[in-house]
């Protein structure tokens, strides 16, 4: 089955940027999208389709998508952004939904 | 605004059976497709399966096929996971969320969740 695969842990001074990757096999056309996950809490999704920001997601999170490695970048870090990161993607060839492992950002 | 509500905390033994249930609301339940995620203790986000309100088309995890039931009851705007013999590997939180677009087509990320429902199974 395909595998997306994250580094376990991003550390990161306040202010600098952050950069996480996702790397697969090929994304070929399909699109990624990355949730972050605070303690206790359920995942919310910060960028969708690569790189497009839902509502009320601060314009310091971005992506891009490069056909093999997905990248959520989070500028001026906050100490409020320390959390788990995950990728999230479908698998066309196998009809199904895969997350990445996660990325622990700690600031 | 979206929400979906999810079913309470269970503590339950092994063999025993569950539903656990997602009760949206503020938009048309059957047009979206839910899915169920699964994070076991320490762990991370695992897909387990979506379901479409408006058909019941269903598409599992191989992983998980034929150790949950994934349904839904349109008159509610409830979708459910149930297991029918629990195992003490079940213990997790278990997340629904609403996908948004058609799961077949092209890939669609999770935008509204639930706040999850915690099984614990343990003798």
């Known amino acids: 089955s395909y595998v997306l695969t994250q580094p376990p842990s991003v550390s990161v001074a306040p202010g600098k940027t952050a950069r996480i990757t996702c790397g697969g096999n090929d994304f070929g056309s399909e699109s990624v999208h990355w949730y972050q996950q605070k303690p206790g809490q359920a995942p919310v999704l910060v960028i969708h389709?690569?790189?497009d920001r839902p509502a009320g997601i601060p314009d310091r999170f971005s992506g891009s998508n490069s056909g093999n490695t997905a990248t959520l970048t989070i500028s001026r870090v906050e100490a409020g952004d320390e959390a788990d990161y995950y990728c999230q993607m479908w698998d066309s060839s196998s009809d199904l939904v895969v997350f990445g492992g996660g990325t622990k950002l700690t600031v | 605004e979206v929400q979906l509500v999810q079913s309470g905390a269970e503590v339950k033994k092994p063999g025993e059976s569950l539903k656990i249930s997602c009760k949206s609301s503020e938009y048309s339940f059957t047009n979206y497709w839910i899915g169920w995620v699964r994070q076991m203790p320490g762990r991370g986000l695992e897909w387990m399966g979506v379901?479409?309100?408006?058909?019941?088309?269903?598409r599992y995890s191989p992983s998980l096929q034929g150790q949950v039931t994934i349904s839904v009851d349109k008159s509610i705007n409830t979708a459910y996971l149930q297991w029918s013999s629990l195992k003490a590997s079940d213990t997790a939180m278990y997340y629904c969320?609403?996908?948004?677009?058609?799961?077949?087509?092209?890939?669609?990320?999770?935008?509204?969740w639930g706040q999850g429902t915690l099984v614990t199974v343990s003798s």
């Open positions: 379901i479409y309100p408006d058909d019941s088309d269903i």
């Open positions: 389709h690569d790189s």
């Open positions: 969320a609403r996908l948004t677009g058609n799961f077949w087509s092209a890939s669609y990320p999770f935008d509204y």
